[in-house]
């Protein structure tokens, strides 16, 4: 199973920008399709951005234009450039590894948006 590890979150206030980064364990990080989400408090966990293998990139409507992911396969890394943060932003982000069987998950790291 892969190890992944976010950090970068924090408080920023509206307009602000912050950048996530998640490390992956192993070997095998240019195969997994990754991805960025998160849990408000008391709503369902949401995709906010994804990236193959390839580099195609998807992001939820919410977030277009203001988000951008992106994957550094030579440090095993996968971050989230986040500009224009509103207070809806506020949530928990969790880094996600996809490939085959395997569906990692990292502890996730905070992201408040507040003045």
């Known amino acids: 199973q892969v190890q992944l590890v976010e950090s970068g979150g924090g408080l920023v206030q509206p307009g602000g920008s912050l950048r996530l980064s998640c490390a992956a364990s192993?070997?095998?990080?240019?195969?997994?399709?990754m991805g960025w989400y998160r849990q408000a408090p008391g709503k369902q966990r949401e995709l906010v951005a994804g990236?193959?293998?390839?580099?195609?990139?998807t992001y939820a409507d919410s977030v277009k234009g203001r988000f951008t992911i992106s994957r550094d396969n030579a440090k095993n890394t996968v971050y989230l450039q986040m500009n224009s943060l509103k207070p809806e932003d506020t949530a928990v982000y969790y880094c996600?590894?996809?490939?085959?069987?395997?569906?990692?998950w990292g502890q996730g790291t905070q992201v408040t948006v507040s003045s």
């Open positions: 996600n590894a996809k490939f085959g069987f395997i569906n990692g």
């Open positions: 192993g070997s095998s990080f240019s195969s997994y399709v």
């Open positions: 990236i193959t293998r390839s580099g195609s990139t």
